[in-house]
């Protein structure tokens, strides 16, 4: 059991719908990261935040927002997404984002989400 | 640029046969670190094991050995004695001492047949 979880596991959602992906990890880490894993498709890199800073954005549409409160906490915004987000969207977080260091980073189990 | 390959898209063994997983990768860091993940059919991925690139040995844990060749830039997985608990998705990933991302490979489902 890994210390990281997520809410909700699965998630239906219309596109004209607003919703929210929360992440937490009670791990004590400095970073957590947001992934995207389409069928067939390698994971994706959405976003990292290092001590509450955004500290990457991998050319995400702007549907998706994410929000980092405090170092436990995680959110993933949506609004009006298209049928091609459906995907699992997985939460990870490490001890650090920087360099000089090795770290393994621990994932949640995913929220499945769905676009009809 | 960094790049990790796991050529083996889909592999089907029966119980209790010996399976590896090919990864190889692209870095031109000197310093650098190598994963594999396990991703079962649940969805969270599960990390396996972490090696830095000055340490080349080997390693062991149960029916789990990696085989970490630097000359050739593999990090291979083998399984011993497969179980059909060990079906899943897994991924070979790399990160530079730079500090950064994880880069991933784009896995390997394993599927393990009583």
């Known amino acids: 059991e890994t210390g990281v979880t997520q809410t909700p596991r699965h998630l239906v959602m219309g596109m004209t719908n607003k919703k929210s992906l929360k992440c937490e990890q009670h791990l004590g880490h400095n970073a957590m990261y947001w992934y995207k894993q389409s069928a067939k498709k390698p994971l994706e890199l959405m976003f990292v935040?290092?001590?509450?800073?955004?500290?990457e954005n991998n050319s995400v549409p702007s549907r998706f927002s994410p929000e980092c409160p405090n170092s436990s906490h995680l959110f993933l915004h949506l609004h009006t997404l298209q049928p091609e987000d459906s995907a699992l969207y997985l939460c990870?977080?490490?001890?650090?984002f920087g360099g000089g260091s090795f770290y393994e980073q621990y994932f949640g189990p995913g929220t499945r989400l769905t676009v009809t | 640029a960094q790049k990790v390959t796991q050529a083996q898209t889909e592999i089907s063994v029966v119980e209790k046969e010996d399976v590896t997983l090919d990864c190889v990768y692209e870095?031109?860091?000197?310093?650098?670190?190598l994963f594999w993940y396990k991703q079962p059919p649940s969805g969270e991925l599960v990390f396996l094991i972490r090696?830095?690139?000055?340490?080349?040995q080997n390693e062991i844990s149960g029916r789990y050995s990696w085989n970490f060749q630097k000359s050739t830039s593999s990090f291979n997985f083998t399984i011993t004695a497969s179980q059909v608990v060990d079906s899943a998705v897994y991924f070979c990933?790399?990160?530079?001492?730079?500090?950064?991302?994880?880069?991933f490979g784009q896995g390997t489902e394993l599927s393990v047949k009583p």
């Open positions: 090696r830095n690139s000055f340490d080349e």
């Open positions: 990933a790399l990160r530079s001492n730079q500090g950064g991302k994880l880069i």
């Open positions: 990870a977080s490490s001890r650090t």
């Open positions: 870095t031109r860091d000197t310093t650098y670190y």
């Open positions: 935040y290092s001590l509450e800073e955004r500290v």
